[in-house]
């Protein structure tokens, strides 16, 4: 099992920017497709972006296409999240995810083995 720990959320204004990170420990993930999440307060968790396992291949929800961007360093055990022009309905707890599958890509939450803890993100108007 790996273990998932977030950083870099924070109160922000709208069209600023802010960059998440993603660090795993427990096993390698290198192998695995990864993916963030994000969920606001009385909506369902929702796909934000995933990355395969050999960071040749992204998909994102069309709310976010052209501001954000995933990426990984598998050297390091680490998955980012650049998130530009922000606006206030990005504002969520955002999870990244390691995907339970090797060589195959987080699409759902049904895809994910293993979920970090959730970093807060605000975007004030």
């Known amino acids: 099992q790996v273990q998932l720990v977030e950083s870099g959320g924070g109160l922000v204004q709208a069209g600023g920017s802010l960059r998440l990170s993603c660090v795993a420990s427990?096993?390698?993930?290198?192998?695995?497709?990864l993916g963030w999440f994000r969920q606001a307060p009385g909506k369902e968790r929702e796909l934000v972006a995933a990355?395969?396992?050999?960071?040749?291949?992204?998909n994102y929800a069309d709310s976010v296409k052209g501001r954000f961007s995933i990426s990984r360093d598998n050297t390091k055990n680490t998955v980012y999240l650049q998130m530009n022009s922000l606006k206030p309905e990005d504002t969520a707890v955002y999870h990244c995810?390691?995907?339970?599958?090797?060589?195959?890509?987080?699409?759902?939450?049904?895809?994910?083995?293993?979920w970090g803890q959730g970093t807060q993100v605000t975007v004030s108007s």
């Open positions: 427990g096993r390698t993930f290198s192998g695995y497709g």
């Open positions: 990355i395969s396992w050999s960071g040749t291949r992204t």
């Open positions: 995810a390691a995907g339970s599958r090797v060589y195959t890509a987080i699409t759902t939450t049904l895809d994910v083995a293993s």
